[in-house]
């Protein structure tokens, strides 16, 4: 299905002047860098501005889907559900609010950042050196719509091989810390050994 058809596309605020954070009060914020590129919003990374509070259209909530327009990585990310309230959403980040009832919004965000709809928006990418990816690349968008019991599966199976390649990488991690301990440790002892047989 052509994305247009099962939600609503939008562009994030544009501030003009500087970013001022709010000392007291102001809008809660989510900019580019509080979407981390693998897909997640990082909910304790968010900042209160100093702004005039922009129209309602450009605040996001639980159920919303964020999608970093710039940058290396153009990745997609679901608002997550326990979100405290809503934000506002800056440029360069682009806000997808999928029909309720028949999308969910983490399955968006997975097919987002699939091979197939990730060759599509980067046939549209603009610039070199700092890439881009403009509003009207969703357009013509086409995104596979399984039905919710089958988008609710996918995105769990999602989940869980993400945090299974997670705790690969740590055990990796600890493996490797384990046996150069032990090399570290199999060295000092040889040392050792050589100079009581020096003495």
């Not at 153009?74 to 997550?80: C, D, L, S, V, W």
């Not at 309230?85 to 028949?102: D, K, M, N, T, Y």
């Not at 013509?140 to 609710?152: E, F, G, T």
């Not at 990796?172 to 050589?194: F, M, N, P, S, W």
Request: proline residues 6%.
């Amino acid at each position: 299905m052509l994305l247009p058809d099962i939600c609503e596309i939008r562009s994030g605020y544009t501030v003009r002047g500087r970013l001022e954070v709010a000392q007291s009060g102001g809008v809660l914020a989510i900019q580019l860098g509080d979407v981390a590129p693998e897909g997640r919003v990082q909910v304790g990374h968010l900042t209160r501005l100093q702004i005039d509070v922009p129209p309602d259209r450009y605040f996001v909530r639980a159920g919303d889907v964020l999608f970093r327009s710039r940058g290396e990585k153009t990745t997609a990310a679901a608002i997550p559900r326990e979100f405290p309230e809503a934000a506002l959403a800056l440029l360069p980040l682009i806000v997808l609010r999928p029909q309720h009832g028949s999308l969910l919004p983490e399955y968006l965000a997975w097919a987002i950042n699939q091979a197939p709809a990730q060759r599509h928006l980067e046939a549209s990418a603009r610039g070199t050196s700092m890439r881009m990816i403009p509003r009207s690349a969703f357009d013509d968008l086409n995104i596979d719509v399984p039905d919710l019991h089958a988008q609710r599966l996918i995105v769990e199976t999602a989940e869980l091989a993400g945090r299974e390649r997670e705790l690969a990488s740590e055990i990796a991690d600890k493996r490797h810390q384990l046996v150069h301990a032990a090399l570290v440790a199999a060295a000092t002892h040889r040392a050792h050994h050589v100079e009581r047989k020096m003495k």
